[in-house]
C-alpha cells in the first residue's frame, strides 16, 4: 500500500466512448502526475500538476484531458481514443515545497486500459 | 542534460547467486538518485534513495546500491537473490530539487530456481 490508490484497474473502451481514470492519494502530497507505460517503451510523463496548477503537459494529445481538482485526487478523461492508447497509466505523487519538490514520486499500482 | 542508462535490459540469475544491475547517469546537477522495482500488473515501488548523503545506499528488500560520481554510476546489487526479486528494475535520476524525474528504460530480472 503506497497511499496512491487508482480505479479503476482495469478498463476496455471502444475508440467512440468516454471514461475516466481516478487517482487518490492519502500522503498530503501536493503535486500529482500521470505517467503512461507501453510495452518496450520507457515510462512517458504526460501531465504535472502542482498545487493544482498544471505545471507540464508532456506534447500529449488533446483525447487525454487531465482534471486536478484539489491536491489530492487527479483524474484523466478518456474520449475518442485508439488502440495504440492502450497501456499501463500510472498515477504518482510527491512532496512539492515552495520552490520544488523535496522527495521521490509514490506510484499507485497502475489502470490497465485497453482500447478495441 | 540528464539521462539515465541502464546498460542491459534483461538479467537472468540462480536463486540465492548475487545480483547486479547497471545503471550510469548523466547530470548537469548534483542529483539524487533513486531505484524503483515493478512486479506484473504492479505500480513503481521505491528499493531505495541517494540523495547527498552516504554514497552507500541501502534500500528494502536487502537491496543496496552505490553512488560512484567519478563513474557515474549507481548500480544495484544484492548478495543472494530470491524468487520473489523477478521484476522489472527501473534506475531514476532527479534534477531541479526533484522537479525532474528521468527513468531508465528497466532491467527485467529472471530468478531461476
Known amino acids: 500500500e503506497t497511499g496512491v490508490t487508482q480505479t479503476p484497474r482495469h478498463l476496455v473502451m471502444g475508440m467512440t466512448n468516454k471514461k475516466s481514470l481516478k487517482c487518490e492519494q492519502h500522503?498530503?502530497?501536493?503535486?500529482m502526475y500521470w505517467y503512461k507505460q507501453s510495452a518496450k517503451k520507457p515510462l512517458e510523463l504526460m501531465f504535472v500538476?502542482?498545487?493544482?496548477?498544471?505545471?507540464e503537459n508532456n506534447s500529449v494529445p488533446s483525447r487525454f484531458s487531465p482534471e486536478c481538482p484539489n491536491s489530492s485526487h487527479l483524474f484523466l478523461h478518456l474520449h475518442t481514443l485508439q488502440p495504440e492508447d492502450s497501456a499501463l497509466y500510472l498515477c504518482?505523487?510527491?512532496?512539492?515545497?515552495?520552490?520544488?519538490?523535496?522527495?521521490?514520486?509514490?506510484f499507485g499500482e497502475g489502470s490497465r486500459l485497453t482500447v478495441l | 542534460a540528464q539521462s539515465v542508462t541502464q546498460l542491459d535490459s534483461h538479467v537472468s540469475v540462480s536463486e540465492g547467486t548475487p545480483v547486479l544491475l547497471r545503471c550510469n547517469y548523466s547530470?548537469?546537477?548534483?542529483?539524487?538518485l533513486f531505484w524503483y522495482v515493478q512486479h506484473p500488473n504492479k505500480g513503481l515501488q521505491l528499493l531505495l534513495k541517494?540523495?547527498?548523503?552516504?554514497?552507500l545506499v541501502k534500500g528494502i528488500n536487502g537491496f543496496e546500491a552505490e553512488f560512484k560520481k567519478s563513474e557515474t554510476s549507481f548500480h544495484l546489487t544484492k548478495p543472494s537473490a530470491h524468487m520473489s526479486d523477478a521484476a522489472e528494475y527501473f534506475c531514476?535520476?532527479?534534477?531541479?530539487?526533484?522537479?525532474?524525474?528521468?527513468f531508465g528504460s528497466g532491467t527485467k530480472l529472471n530468478v531461476k530456481p
Open positions: 504518482a505523487s510527491s512532496r512539492k515545497g515552495l520552490r520544488a519538490n523535496t522527495g521521490e514520486l509514490f
Open positions: 500522503l498530503g502530497h501536493n503535486a
Open positions: 500538476y502542482n498545487f493544482k496548477e498544471q505545471t
Open positions: 547530470s548537469s546537477y548534483s542529483p539524487s
Open positions: 541517494y540523495t547527498s548523503a552516504a554514497t
Open positions: 531514476v535520476v532527479s534534477e531541479d530539487n526533484f522537479n525532474k524525474f528521468y
